[in-house]
């Protein structure tokens, strides 16, 4: 088991710049999200998806926020334009079922964004 | 709105302590509860998910404890040991409808050998 897989693992880029973070989660699972963690906030979800399908975008910050699913083994997030605040790790996660199954989320190892 | 609290922010122990960490939140309204592990530079990896119907769950030397009522869970470790350094996250799933997580900032944790 691959485990979830996240790329880049780090990204350097300025201000105005388009950023696209990539995720691909576990086989066979079928909720996928993506977390923005910071010292100051923490750990906040951004957006997550149920067979595709993006459910909750409320913690999305602002319209340079996006995410898309095209399938079910593969996941984006893009900035455009980035801003020096957006400068965070972002994580995705994958689960079998939401928190109805009682699984856990099983998170990749985050990209860390520094935006200048 | 729900909201996850830690408290200490940060605990220095030494080698074969027992200790616990806590994890509070306002709403009593849960599904489910959750502790993390999170080592520097990587991501979060579950310990233990304790049901809204449980009391307590465990694994190894962890044993979580949750009592809804007054809305607070514990993270038990006994003899404790360098290898438990790491950052402890709790996290509550709102209802069986979603899967969001609300998350507590952490207790950073240092065991000295």
């Known amino acids: 088991d691959a485990g979830v897989i996240q790329s880049p693992r780090h990204e350097v880029t300025e201000m105005g710049q388009e950023v696209t973070l990539r995720c691909k989660p576990i086989?066979?699972?079928?909720?996928l999200f993506w977390y923005r963690q910071t010292m100051m906030r923490g750990l906040e979800l951004l957006i997550y998806f149920n067979n595709n399908v993006p459910i909750d975008d409320s913690g999305m910050p602002e319209d340079r926020f996006s995410a898309k699913m095209p399938n079910a083994s593969f996941s984006t997030l893009k900035i455009q334009p980035s801003e020096p605040r957006d400068s965070a790790v972002y994580f995705c996660a994958s689960s079998f079922g939401g928190g109805g199954s009682n699984q856990p989320q099983h998170f990749g190892d985050g990209t860390r964004l520094s935006i200048l | 709105k729900q909201e996850v609290t830690q408290i200490p922010a940060a605990l220095s122990v030494p080698e074969g302590e027992n200790l616990v960490l806590n994890c509070s939140f306002t709403?009593?309204?849960?599904?489910?509860l959750q502790w993390f592990r999170q080592d520097p530079g990587k991501g979060l990896t579950s310990l233990l998910l304790i049901q809204s119907s449980q009391r307590e769950q465990t694994s190894g030397r962890l044993n979580a404890s949750l009592d809804k009522s007054s809305g607070r869970s514990t993270l038990y470790i006994a003899a404790s040991q360098p290898g438990d350094s790491a950052t402890y996250l709790c996290?509550?799933?709102?209802?069986?409808?979603?899967?969001?997580?609300?998350f507590g900032q952490g207790t950073t944790l240092q065991v000295k050998p």
């Open positions: 086989s066979g699972h079928d909720y």
């Open positions: 709403d009593s309204a849960i599904y489910n």
């Open positions: 996290a509550v799933s709102l209802s069986s409808n979603t899967g969001k997580l609300i």
